[in-house]
């Protein structure tokens, strides 16, 4: 049986939800918050489960998070994660203990999504949302388990939300205001390729063998300078006084990893032995890293600053030159290239 493609146009904000044990190690150089891949990876699979018959296509996803809690010992300045041991071997000896980095998140996602006719009353939207919810819920995100409200939390778990987007450009911002009342205290994460370009740009006035590296390696880091203050006289002898000032930051700025870049062509399904899904094509890639920033909801104008959407380069249909597999948000701000 065949369904509709959906036409309508809709916001989809499951709001407030707990997961456990995420994985706090995004990519070979990063850890912290989970990669943005991880979210478009369970927009996916939500999106199957539900199935066509759901009336309902979810086309990219925001991600608020209202609170991190990483797994770790804190002993000064070093950090260390929860490591548990592995059942011990068959002879019984030990198994050797594997480094995972995990983390607890309260995130609200934001989805836009498309919507069938039969999706298109209020009743309808509403049983809908809850649906999606209840069939989030038991879900993987980036390894941890998305858990259930608390039965015992005191304040009424907060409902989600599917609601239409208007036609209107000053009606579309009015809901998009109220929307990002409902997800303070807060901070989206968003993309900012165009503070990788400048810096870039900074870079090679000065060096012009300056590479994308170079700049990502210099947004990601605190740089501290001292600078020498005016000669005093103490004791009848001069003194030379320094002070130590930190670099300013364009913001709450953060190294992300966006994606991944092909490393060898694409192999026909079946080919490569111990590949997960032999009815896939497959191919060998590493990660793309870019530059990120969590800001608050209140502070975006529109749905399209805050939905991360994936990448068209990985279609087979329309082969990329380059292989780019990444998440991008649809913005003037998005046209740097990756490393």
Known sequence: MSHPTPQHRAVLLLPHLRVQNANAISSPLTWGFPAITAFTGLMTALERRLGPEAGINLLGVGVVCHGFEAQVTTSGYTRAFH????????????????????AHLEISLVFDVRLGDAQHGDAEREALAERIAQALVGMRLAGGSVMPPLPAAKRRPRRPLLALVPDGAEAQREQFRRLGRRLMPGFALVSRDDLLLQRLAELRACDAQASTLDAWLDLSRWTSRAAALPDGVESGEPSTRTEWATDPRPGWIVPIPVGFAALSPLHAAGSVAGARDMATPFRFVETVWSIGQWISPHRLQRLGDLIWQIGHDHDPEHPSEHGLYRCFIDTPATTATPI
């Open 83 to 102: 490591l548990t041991r592995n059942p011990v071997l068959q002879d019984g000896s030990t198994a050797a203990i594997v480094e995972e980095g995990r």
